[in-house]
Each structure stands twice: as C-alpha cells, then as structure tokens.
C-alpha cells in the first residue's frame, strides 16, 4: 500500500469535497418518483456499506436485499439504479490518488449516507402528506 503525501492527501480531500454536491443531487434523484425501503432498510444498507471490504460485496448486498425484499419494500425500484450508481463511482475513485479500492468504498460510503437522508427526508414527507390527509 502507497503512503499519500500530506499534499497528496489534501487534493484528494478537495476533489472528494468536490464531488459532494453532484453525489448529494444524485441521492436526490434516486429516490424521487420512486417507491423506496424504509429507514431501518437503508439503515441496513449504510451499515454494509460501512462493513464492505470491496465493490462487489456492496452490490452483492444490494442484489441479496432486491432479491429476498424485493417489491414488497420497494428494493425492487431502487436496486438497479443504485447499482448502476454504485459502478459508475469507480470512475471517480479512480481519479483520486492512493488505492483505488480504498477510494471507491470512501465515495460509495459518502454516498450510501446522502441517499439514506435523501429517502429519510422523502419518507418524512410522505408520512406528513399522510397526516395532513387524515385530518
């Protein structure tokens, strides 16, 4: 494993923070017009995230949860764009200096926690509407 210079480390920390505001518009739109799992789904999800050792057990995650909830949770609209978005971060991790694999499960857990507020502020919605039409 290559040590980064301090030098090194601060550009990839500037095109990380760079890259937040297209990820957040992008966790943004992967949870709107779509039906999405709840909280404690997602929850799930970041917490792989967070435990995965490489890409492709993320997206096995992700494949394993579509398969074993799949519409009964709304995994089922969400698993293929998000894997697609999953994919197409090894593109930007591998701009950034260091281990690239290293990179990628930085992007994808920075990512994971945007799309997990983005659908926690979609449900919050959904559940005032949901209020306001009782009343």
Known sequence: MTQLTNEERAANQNAINALKPSMIE????LVQGRRIPDKQQFTSLVEAGG??????ELILFIQYKNAKEGSRTGWSELAKPLTDEIKALQEKASKLKGNP??????????FLGYLMWAASVKLE???????QGRR
């Open 26 to 29: 992008q966790a943004k739109k």
């Open 51 to 56: 435990q995965a050792d490489c890409a492709e």
């Open 125 to 131: 919605d959904e559940r005032q509407r949901r209020r």
């Open 101 to 110: 694999d290293e990179n990628y499960l930085q992007l994808a857990r920075l």
